[in-house]
């Protein structure tokens, strides 16, 4: 407990369907298995620090008194884990494949495990599901190691798509100039290639960085987020043809929640329906609708009108998962999502690993809702590897990679330069 209480509760680290990992739960389940296209850093941090990942295991395992410990590993990475599989094969740690499917949530995770008969049926509130890169964070937390580095993946149209070890606070543009620069009008998308932020040079690697999809204006993607809302409404409930391919496919449907999107789409659902409140914005939908359309939006719209009206999911965290029978059949592949949003031609072979020391570090200092951060550093202030930069609440401290000085400071952002 003494982790939970000194470490873990400070840095408010979550596992993947957004609980603080203090209070005990019966049974935590590693992720290694990136769930977008592209993407392998899931993989290389099991491959280059898997004795780190295993120690956040360890930790977390005791810290909140698991009795059982499984590590979820995609199973088109099976075979290139076969030593680090031998490596916990002498643990109480299981390592269980899952299917390389999008998506790959918390909900997700628990019912591949089931639909594996790994699991019963289970409420989520039993369950941590943590995917890697917290693994390593909780390892550094429990060996006071700090938090200053990250691996994220640049991909999409770029010359060198890679996976790039780099200090947090790394700006954005000098990431896409090291991997060979990007097409004239570019733009760049944080994390999820269908509706992550659209993130500018000026803005950094964080905490929560996992990739960056580099895309030309003219991609699919990019063109398809600039058709307003309203229009793309309008167009979803007038051509829907009630084929019911987003509910069949829908990942809340298939783990057995009530949400059916096609009831959405052509008037069927009442509109106070609580049943939005279960979609997760995942975007399943969108790919897989025949006719082109966005369930997604038309979910996103009734669930925000819902949610100003203070509904709310009575206990979310306690949802009793239970698959439907054909879910295994049911589930997107990765590889089927690739081709879908027009990416197989970015498709690299084999992401090479490179590591990046930026001339300069842009950190910002207003983060999401609840967490803060302060420079612990003045202008002008000269520091050593290792020192910290910026004292979090309610999210990790951040540390120095390496040797600098502080060239400007304010509410906003900190900026430092590396020597
Ligand atoms: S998949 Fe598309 S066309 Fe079919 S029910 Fe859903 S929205 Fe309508
Ligand atoms: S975005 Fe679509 S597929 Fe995903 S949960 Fe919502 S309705 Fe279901």
Known sequence: ??????????????????????????????????????????LDLALSAGETLLRGVAALALAQHASRI???????????????????????????????????????????????????????????????????????????????WRTIAVVGEVDRPALISLPIGTPIGEIVAFVGGAPLGHAV??????????????????????????????HPLLVR???????????????????????????????????????????QADSTSAMVLGCSGCGVCDVTCPAGLAPRSV???????????????????DQQLTPIVERPLRRLPIETLTARLGLTAQQPAQLPHRTLIPKRLRLPLVLKAGAKRWATVAVGQRFDTAARIARGEQT????????????????????????
């Open 1 to 42: 407990m003494q982790l939970i209480n000194e470490r873990l509760v400070p840095a408010a680290l979550t596992d993947l369907a957004g609980q603080p990992l203090g209070p005990p739960r019966g049974l935590l389940v590693g992720r290694i298995a990136d769930p977008w296209p592209l993407t392998s850093c899931e």
């Open 70 to 148: 499984l590590l979820a590993i995609r199973e088109d990475w099976w075979s290139q884990l076969e030593d680090f599989r031998r490596r916990i094969a002498a643990t109480p740690i299981e390592a269980i494949r899952i299917p390389a499917a999008y998506p790959l949530d918390h909900n997700a995770i628990v019912c591949d495990l089931i639909n594996a008969g790994v699991l019963q049926p289970v409420a989520t509130s039993q369950i941590s599901v943590v995917d890697s890169q917290t693994l390593i964070d909780i390892a550094a937390l429990s060996t006071k190691q700090p938090t200053a």
């Open 189 to 218: 998308r944080q994390n999820d290639p269908l509706h992550g932020n659209l993130v500018n040079e000026n803005d950094a690697v964080d905490l929560d960085t996992r990739v960056l999809y580099v895309l030309s204006h003219r």
């Open 225 to 267: 987020a600039t058709v307003p809302a309203h229009n793309q409404l309008a167009r979803a409930t007038s051509a829907c043809v009630s084929c019911r391919v987003c509910t069949d496919t829908c990942p809340d449907f298939i783990n057995g929640g009530t949400l059916q999107p096609h009831l959405l789409m052509n008037g």
């Open 299 to 317: 979910a996103h719209q009734l669930a925000e009108e819902l949610r100003r009206r203070s509904f709310r999911l009575a206990t979310p965290a």
């Open 396 to 419: 990790p401290d951040i540390f120095a990679p390496g040797p600098g000085i502080v060239c400007a400071a304010d509410d906003q952002t900190l900026l430092v330069e590396l020597r």
